[in-house]
């Protein structure tokens, strides 16, 4: 039906519905509280995120009834609500960092990313955009053609974006139109080790064609064409033909020369030796050695090795905030999100909401609320731990109440990475 929700004290609580979806346009609004399913109680029952899906979601064209109550309506609203096709949206967020840079957030590539993509791009350079950072870290791929289309939007013409190729799969390649929207700006892409697929295609054409610096932490290395092939009784498999190769010939696939199992197990083991810590540790020195369409230095073996690698920042992380983090700060904030629901809905600017939060003491009102359920006051931690906790506190909140567009802006204080791609840019370093 197109909400996002959750259980607040055995209740479902719509934490927002999604634009275009069948919940906003049957006039469900952040806040409102489920009391009935389809004349079934369903508040203070106890039931689970799974129950409450399998009652939310049904066949598209058939009618679900709810009841619910809404702060300021004096007894319960009744809506039917018809299940549709519900708008997935890929790009968490396009927003101005600063007057001249700007960042977009790609969490996954499907068929509509590049459609997304491209007006998020377009809003931002309407805006004064210079420099422009994409965000692919934890994206798994997806749809290749979407990332090559988005490629497309800072290539020259004809440059090489990525080929295709196996033993019995001729080579294929994928090249730039040069009709892109952002051709020449200065461009940053940050990439992690779960970056992966079409992700790593997207930051293989870009490192490989000099138009930008990727930024970040080696990434996770999937790159295998595979073709389904079926059987007369209805089963099938999935046939790998190819693989992806970047512009300058590396394979973005990691090697099964050791076998699958050692394939699997060489994600755990870069965690083991510290590679999110220590460059050093990846063994850079012992891959293959590529080179750039301008002759800078690559490297191969699988995945993508950023130009410039920036580590995992656990300085402010203690045993408190490893207590409290799993679900009480986010619990915290959705409880805080619903007493001061009226207040909070009046801000429809994130720096005027971090502003009015600022003054709340919202850290003391958590550390009260997660002694209330079981972890202690610890003022070692606290100290260690207490700014990573008021930036969270407040960026769920504000999410709760202004969506990505208020999350992300206030995250990015706790994100080193992305921190140092500003101050990057901020000296034209490209």
């Given at each position: 039906i197109g909400i996002t929700f959750n259980l607040l004290t055995d209740t479902i609580l719509v934490i927002s519905t999604i634009p275009n979806g069948p919940s906003e346009k049957a006039g469900l609004m952040a806040g409102d509280k489920i009391i009935y399913v389809n004349d079934s109680l369903v508040a203070g029952k106890g039931i689970t995120d799974e129950a409450a899906m399998g009652m939310l979601k049904g066949p598209r064209g058939t009618v679900v009834k709810l009841k619910i109550l809404r702060k300021g309506s004096p007894g319960l609203l009744g809506f039917e609500i018809t299940r549709g096709k519900i708008p997935i949206h890929?790009?968490?967020?396009?927003?101005?960092?600063?007057?001249?840079?700007?960042y977009i957030k790609i969490n996954n590539f499907a068929l509509t990313t590049y459609n997304e993509f491209v007006t998020g791009l377009k809003e931002l350079l309407a805006k004064g955009m210079k420099k422009l950072i994409i965000d692919v870290r934890n994206n798994p791929g997806g749809v290749m053609e979407s990332a090559i289309q988005i490629a497309d939007q800072f290539l020259a013409k004809d440059e090489l974006i990525v080929y295709t190729q196996g033993r019995a799969f001729p080579k294929s390649e994928a090249r730039a139109t040069g009709n892109?929207?952002?051709?020449?700006?200065?461009?940053?892409?940050?990439?992690?080790?779960?970056?992966?697929?079409?992700?790593?295609?997207?930051?293989?054409?870009?490192?490989?064609?000099?138009?930008?610096?990727?930024?970040?932490?080696?990434?996770?290395?999937?790159?295998?064409?595979?073709?389904?092939?079926?059987?007369?009784?209805?089963?099938?498999?999935?046939?790998?033909?190819?693989?992806?190769?970047?512009?300058?010939?590396?394979?973005?696939?990691?090697?099964?020369?050791?076998?699958?199992?050692?394939?699997?197990?060489?994600?755990y083991d870069q965690f083991e030796r510290g590679e999110q810590f220590r460059p050093d540790t990846a063994g850079v020195d012992k891959l293959p050695v590529y080179k750039s369409k301008g002759g800078k230095t690559l490297y191969?073996?699988?995945?993508?090795?950023?130009?410039?690698?920036?580590?995992?920042?656990?300085?402010?992380?203690?045993?408190?905030?490893?207590?409290?983090?799993?679900?009480?700060?986010?619990?915290?904030?959705?409880?805080?999100?619903?007493?001061?629901?009226?207040?909070?809905?009046?801000?429809?600017?994130?720096a005027e909401l971090e502003k009015y939060l600022d003054s709340q003491n919202l850290t003391e009102q958590f550390i009260k609320f997660a002694s209330e359920n079981g972890v202690k006051r610890d003022e070692a931690g606290i100290r260690t731990s207490g700014r990573i906790i008021g930036i969270q506190l407040k960026a769920y909140i504000a999410r709760n109440t202004l969506d990505n567009k208020g999350f992300y802006p206030i995250w990015e204080k706790l994100d080193t990475t992305l921190k140092f791609a500003i101050k990057y840019l901020e000296k034209d370093g490209l």
């Open positions: 890929t790009i968490d967020v396009a927003y101005m960092i600063n007057e001249t840079t700007g892109g929207l952002f051709p020449e700006g200065d461009l940053v892409l940050l990439i992690d080790e779960y970056t992966a697929s079409a992700s790593e295609i997207l930051a293989g054409a870009i490192q490989d064609n000099d138009r930008g610096t990727i930024i970040g932490r080696r990434s996770f290395g999937k790159g295998l064409v595979q073709e389904p092939v079926m059987f007369p009784d209805g089963s099938g498999m999935r046939l790998t033909v190819a693989r992806y190769y970047t512009p300058s010939g590396r394979s973005i696939q990691k090697p099964y020369d050791k076998g699958s199992e050692k394939y699997y197990e060489d994600f191969g073996g699988g995945g993508i090795v950023p130009d410039i690698f920036v580590p995992a920042d656990t300085s402010e992380i203690s045993r408190y905030f490893l207590l409290v983090r799993n679900s009480l700060i986010y619990r915290f904030a959705l409880n805080y999100t619903e007493a001061n629901r009226e207040k909070l809905s009046s801000y429809t600017n994130v």
